[in-house]
């Protein structure tokens, strides 16, 4: 999928997305907008939710929320790369008895689905977490 960023002609600010798409600010000094590394963070984010929304469903198992926490670690110096990012899933509204399937989904999510997740650095650790309410 070609993606096309334009700078803004002013500080740090671009906007872009795929050709036919919407569009998306990104501000290399996060002000008007996300920053590249927190964008980058969102879209890790809503990969690996979207994998787990749909591989409930796939599992006929309900939920009536789910929101995703990602912290990261990141090098003190150039490239400030990641090291170490924890993602942290809080479910609601999911019977007992599935919330194993829930687990399964996340797991899925890492070890298959994921390409966003699959396209991290090997040497960076990423840890998940499952809470529910």
């Not at 409930?56 to 009536?64: E, K, L, N, Q, T």
């Not at 790369?81 to 609601?92: G, Q, S």
């Amino acid at each position: 999928m070609p993606v096309r960023l334009q700078w803004l002609g002013q500080g740090m600010r671009f906007a872009g997305g795929p050709e036919a798409g919407p569009l998306t600010v990104i501000d290399g000094e996060g002000k008007v907008g996300q920053s590249p590394m927190t964008t980058f963070l969102m879209g890790l984010a809503g990969c690996t939710a979207s994998d787990v929304v749909d591989i409930a469903g796939r599992m006929r198992v309900p939920m009536s929320a789910l929101e995703l926490r990602v912290t990261d670690e990141r090098r003190g110096e150039p490239p400030r790369h990641y090291t170490k990012l924890k993602l942290v899933y809080h479910v609601e509204g999911v019977a007992d008895a599935d919330r194993p399937k829930i687990e399964r989904a996340v797991h899925l999510s890492h070890e298959k689905y994921c390409s966003a997740l699959h396209s991290i650095r090997r040497d960076v650790a990423v840890e998940s977490e499952v809470t529910f309410g």
